[in-house]
């Protein structure tokens, strides 16, 4: 496959799952295990909104992060409040 078909593999995925925050793991699969980063930014340079965030994950016993992906639609306003974050309005 070639690269565009692994980029057009993840915008689709995302565009089928709007607002969704989507494990990075999970877009390994998609776009694939050493490549999927480069797809989702080659996604972004085509005008899609995608969002990031990393959370802090615990079990108790071991500490790690957890990326994750979300696609904004176009016709999705977002504001960002005062301490940083984004909330979705109609």
């Known amino acids: 496959m070639t690269r565009h078909s692994y980029t057009q593999q993840i915008a689709d995925y995302l565009k089928a799952r709007p607002l969704v925050w989507i494990p990075a793991v999970s877009l390994e699969s998609v776009g694939g295990r050493q490549a999927w980063r480069t797809r989702v ?28 992906y979300r696609y904004i639609p176009p016709t999705t306003r977002l504001e960002q409040d005062e301490a940083g974050g984004w909330t979705l309005t109609a």
Do not use: C, D, P
């Open 41 to 68: 930014s080659e996604a972004r340079r085509a005008g899609m909104v995608i969002q990031n965030r990393v959370l802090r994950m615990s079990n108790g016993r071991e500490h790690w992060r957890e990326s994750q």
